[in-house]
């Protein structure tokens, strides 16, 4: 059974920028890429980014432009590098290890990590 585990995540004025991190360890059944969630406070848990086994990557709207998902094989980590952040990115943010057929389609969920926007 696969486990991923967050981590970067923490306070950061308006405009700032931070970099999450997400170790992936084990087995995981049935999935062919990697992504990130995030869930505001009193919202519904929204897909971020994905990027496939091949390197192929997808963003939601509201990010593109200012954030980037990659991965390092060889560490079996996936980053998300996130840049010029707002009060709206506040969120918890999770990784996920999943299928990617069209949609894309969760499977494993790491604990999540709390990102806050603030001055």
């Known amino acids: 059974q696969g486990q991923l585990v967050e981590s970067g995540g923490g306070l950061v004025q308006p405009g700032g920028s931070l970099r999450l991190s997400c170790v992936a360890s084990g087995t995981f059944f049935g999935t062919n890429a990697m992504g990130w969630y995030r869930q505001p406070p009193g919202k519904q848990r929204e897909l971020v980014a994905t990027?496939?086994?091949?390197?192929?990557?997808n963003y939601a709207d509201s990010v593109k432009g200012r954030f980037t998902i990659s991965r390092d094989n060889a560490k079996n980590t996936v980053y998300l590098q996130m840049n010029s952040l707002k009060p709206e990115d506040t969120a918890v943010y999770y990784c996920?290890?999943?299928?990617?057929?069209?949609?894309?389609?969760?499977?494993?969920w790491g604990q999540g990590t709390q990102v806050t926007v603030s001055s």
């Open positions: 996920n290890a999943g299928h990617h057929s069209g949609s894309y389609y969760p499977v494993y």
């Open positions: 990027i496939s086994n091949g390197g192929n990557t």
